[in-house]
């Protein structure tokens, strides 16, 4: 609990690396966000709000602290909270124009390209367990250990991280048949009832974010959330964002996300990806697919892909009714929504302004 303004309130404490790069990530971080609070007085605008910044010394440096707003779980919490089963298209539609209005900010107001949108970079403004909100409850939050060594505990290596992720996963595929053969263990992935839960967000982790005109080297966007053009190196801009936008609603709806790629013998990641989003948005057009400065490397002169021959086609609504049952409707809903945005030409996606007003939001 900090001290801003006449009454004490609860606020989040991001301590950055004391090394240099990570310092002038924060640096650079403080920036945009000192931006973003400046021009939303009312704190509406669907993005963190940044209260303080400090630098604090300790053993290994000087490490630059953010105080910014508390904020509750991550968007990723809640899709596992509810196990993997879709949140309800009326929710969907709720967070959906938070992160638009957030997006809307940004991009028309601020001139910012946030570059890593995804379910664990937006947050419910309140927890999904009302006990952990300290504001709710009235209780002192209890705060979890910090990764690392600090208390000369045990650390857990990279190889044992990977054990066990493969024990959840190996858990998970079994749950998963016992279900499908009815079996006892159904009643365990039932749904959960989010009743109550708040779906009000804010879009949160700048570190990677930049100005429009001030566009780093490199690849953005963490992987099942990266746009084609950042793949096949034809630049980027707003439109990158509205993409994986659009990649997060999917996967709010269904609890899926929409592309997970995977590197395989005869092709990379990158080709898997490119594939994957053919196989349900179309083929991408010629003039797209060769206009990068890496396109060489997956496509042929004919705009097809070198090293992956075969591609079943399933389009978006099909997918939405043969695989996770809607109607027939409610999948026409999503994909008229969700389609436009997912255009493989980033000068024909609509903006953040523009899907603000889709009649599927506004149902």
Request: proline content about 5%; aromatic content about 8%; overall charge positive.
């Amino acid at each position: 609990m900090r001290k801003l303004g006449p009454k004490p309130r609860f606020v989040a404490l991001k301590i950055q690396k004391s090394a240099r790069d990570y310092a002038h990530a924060a640096l650079h971080e403080i920036e945009l966000l000192s931006a973003a609070a400046k021009g939303d007085p009312t704190n509406s605008k669907c993005v963190i709000q940044l209260l303080d910044h400090f630098k604090h010394a300790g053993p290994n440096g000087k490490h630059i602290c953010l105080v910014t707003e508390f904020l509750g779980d991550s968007l990723l919490r809640l899709i596992r909270y509810n196990r993997n089963k879709g949140i309800g298209l009326s929710r969907v539609r709720e967070i959906c124009r938070s992160v638009l209005t957030g997006l809307d900010y940004m991009h028309r107001e601020l001139g910012i390209i946030h570059t890593d949108l995804k379910p664990e970079n937006v947050l419910l403004v309140s927890t999904i367990n009302p006990s952990k909100d300290p504001v709710r409850s009235r209780l002192t939050p209890i705060l979890k250990r910090p990764e690392g060594n600090q208390y000369r505990t045990p650390s857990i290596s990279f190889s044992e991280k990977m054990l066990k992720t493969r024990a959840r996963r190996a858990v998970a595929k079994i749950l998963q048949r016992r279900v499908s053969l009815g079996g006892f263990t159904a009643d365990m992935v039932k749904e959960r009832s989010l009743d109550g839960i708040s779906m009000k967000c804010k879009i949160v982790d700048f570190g990677n974010a930049c100005w429009a005109d001030q566009q780093g080297d490199g690849v953005i966007q963490t992987r099942q959330y990266r746009a084609p053009e950042v793949i096949i190196g034809s630049g980027y801009s707003y439109s990158a964002d509205m993409w994986s936008f659009a990649c997060i609603a999917f996967e709010l709806a269904t609890g899926d996300m929409l592309f997970a790629p995977s590197t395989c013998q005869s092709c990379s990641e990158d080709e898997d990806h490119l594939a994957l989003m053919m196989e349900t948005l179309g083929k991408m057009p010629k003039k797209i697919a060769t206009s990068g400065t890496r396109s060489k490397d997956y496509f042929n002169r004919y705009g097809d892909l070198k090293r992956v021959k075969r591609m079943r086609f399933w389009p978006l609504e099909r997918v939405l009714v043969e695989r996770y049952g809607f109607t027939e409707p409610d999948a026409k809903g999503l994909a008229d929504f969700l389609r436009p945005i997912l255009d493989f030409d980033p000068e024909n996606r609509p903006t953040a302004a523009e899907c603000l007003k889709h009649a599927w939001l506004n149902n």
